[in-house]
């Protein structure tokens, strides 16, 4: 039977029918305990649901569908180390990377190798081929092996190591490296090559690049071992590439990429702010991933922001999910998200391969608060479109300065509570509002949102955060019946981009090409020198 043909399902599109017309500010009037019914409090974290359009029998009911689709028995399997990922033939370990003592022999003699070498770089005994020691470090990486550290590093600014700076590049495009080397010095720069293939595209051109850089200062090849690391699962090709085997930090293929900031791909974390503050990240992400694993369904934090997804995307066809720290820190966490939930469950075929016939997820999108509000907000308070938006607070301030923090939370929780209840004609006339602009100052409003609350922001609470949407993603993917851990659709652009490269440098012909390409190849090929 397919989902959308369960009882479980077609329950909820009844319910969905009934509840439509039902504005939240109904929902409120009629339920004065909605705030204390609807939200989950987990070790320090608050998340508040009573915006979302929901009452106790739609969430009963999507329970009911968690139900059906085993959300249970697909849990135990990814603990137990099946090969959930079926297309890849991969087990889905990335809580082995977090287990602290119960961790794998081999993941703990990585993160002990880990530990090593960022108290070498620290203390400054690991020095460039000129016998100076390491002032910036490069990650060369790109989605996986990019997105989820460079967010780490900025989230966790106020912890940052002295005297070493972390750096990202990531593009192909060559101004993202140029621009980034002209500003550093080859004798006290140290590059991570970060990839878990060791063959993308971006990555391998910008260590190219890099190391060219590097030689062509040192005029030695021995400055490689000095100035090169490498995190990858692919150890024949860190050799090849002439990097030393101690200076390769493993992981290995049942990390997915978008999950791998917990592992090797986290050396650039542990080294701006130090391996101790690593460790209490990891140990943040293990503390969701007991609740994840033992929390009731009605108290379990992930389950419950994916049961919310669904019903937001499948029942009330909200296509679009907004994500909204009230944190600077936080600003590039959207970006992190964006890659964790749509290469993970941006999908049209279900785990039998047959085609989907319903919306998987939503496009992701998003921006610190409170820019965003000078921006798109006013889209979501009146442009029509139903966006479902998830708003993150921070109880206390990562850089408090007096004056700054209440205004901050004001305005998140001005803008979801605008969002929720908007503003009718007759508010607007009791406030004064001239009558030729009343059209203008009505706000619908009954837009969904949840609000979630760190007391602070730490590398505990940021562990905890990024593993409870890691967890979400997994819930969703067993709703939508998906696997929701490979990506075959990035594949089809890299093979384009590997037939096209040549044609650009009139290498091949362009007569196969469709009529489009073909004429921008010509077009470009005249700039070419
Ligand atoms: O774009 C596809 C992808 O495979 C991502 O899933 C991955 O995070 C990224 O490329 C980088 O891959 P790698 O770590 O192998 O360089």
Redesign the pocket.
């Known amino acids: 039977m397919t989902l959308t043909h369960t009882p479980a399902w077609q329950a909820l599109a009844a319910h969905a029918e009934a509840l439509r017309l039902q504005h939240l500010r109904d929902l409120f009037a009629t339920n004065g305990q909605r705030f204390e019914r609807f939200s989950l409090k987990h070790n320090g974290l608050l998340l508040d649901y009573s915006k979302q359009r929901v009452t106790g029998e739609t969430m009963a009911l999507l329970r009911d569908l968690a139900a059906t689709a085993d959300f249970s028995g697909w849990r135990r399997r990814m603990v137990e180390g099946e090969a959930i990922n079926h297309t890849e033939g991969r087990a889905v370990r990335h809580m082995d990377l977090r287990a602290g003592d119960a961790a794998p022999p081999e993941v703990k003699g990585v993160l002990q190798r880990m530990a090593e070498f960022c108290e070498q770089i620290h203390s400054g005994s690991w020095r460039g081929f000129s016998g100076e020691r390491i002032t910036d470090v490069v990650n060369l990486?790109?989605?996986?092996?990019d997105l989820g550290p460079r967010m780490a590093v900025h989230a966790l600014a106020a912890w940052q190591q002295p005297d070493l700076r972390v750096h990202f590049v990531s593009n192909l495009d060559s101004a993202d490296l140029a621009s980034r080397l002209t500003r550093l010095n080859p004798r006290s720069t140290l590059f991570i090559v970060?990839?878990?293939?060791?063959?993308?595209l971006e990555?391998m051109a910008n260590a190219r690049t890099a190391r060219n850089w590097i030689l062509a200062a040192a005029n030695d090849d021995k400055a490689i071992a000095r100035h090169f690391v490498a995190a990858s699962s692919n150890l024949a090709a860190t050799a090849e590439f002439g990097i030393a085997a101690k200076n390769v930090f493993e992981f290995w293929d049942w990390v997915?990429?978008?999950f791998?900031l917990w592992s090797a791909?986290g050396l650039p974390i542990a080294l701006a702010v130090g391996y101790r503050h690593f460790e209490r990240l990891l140990a943040g992400a293990h503390d969701m991933d007991e609740h994840f694993i033992n929390a009731p369904a009605d108290g379990n934090l992930p389950l419950t922001l994916s049961l919310i997804a669904l019903w937001n995307t499948n029942f009330l066809e909200a296509h679009s999910q907004g994500v909204f720290p009230y944190s600077h820190s936080l600003a590039l966490l959207p970006a992190h998200l964006q890659?964790l939930e749509m290469?993970s469950n941006g999908k049209r075929a279900n785990r039998d391969g047959l085609a989907i016939d319903y919306p998987t997820n939503p496009i992701l999108w998003g921006a610190a608060g409170t820019n965003g509000q000078h921006s798109f907000f006013q889209l979501l308070h009146q442009g029509g479109a139903l966006v479902a938006s998830d708003f993150i607070a921070l109880g206390q301030s990562d850089f408090p300065l007096p004056g700054h923090h209440s205004g901050l939370l004001a305005s998140c929780l001005a803008q979801s509570s605008a969002l929720a209840f908007g503003q009718t004609v007759d508010e607007a006339r009791a406030a004064g509002i001239p009558e030729h602009l009343l059209p203008f100052r009505r706000f619908p409003g009954n837009q969904p949102s949840n609000t979630l609350v760190l007391p602070e922001l730490s590398p505990y609470t940021l562990g905890q955060l990024i593993a409870l949407y890691e967890h979400k993603v997994f819930c969703l993917g067993v709703l939508w019946n998906l696997n929701s851990f490979d990506?075959w659709g990035?594949e089809l652009g890299k093979q384009l981009t590997g037939r096209l490269a040549p044609c650009l440098r009139g290498e091949t012909g362009t007569d196969a090409l469709d009529a489009s390409t073909r004429g921008l190849i010509t077009h470009l090929r005249q700039f070419r020198t």
């Open positions: 990486g790109i989605g996986g092996s970060a990839s878990k293939t060791f063959t993308t990555t997915g990429g978008r791998s791909i890659q290469e990506q990035v």
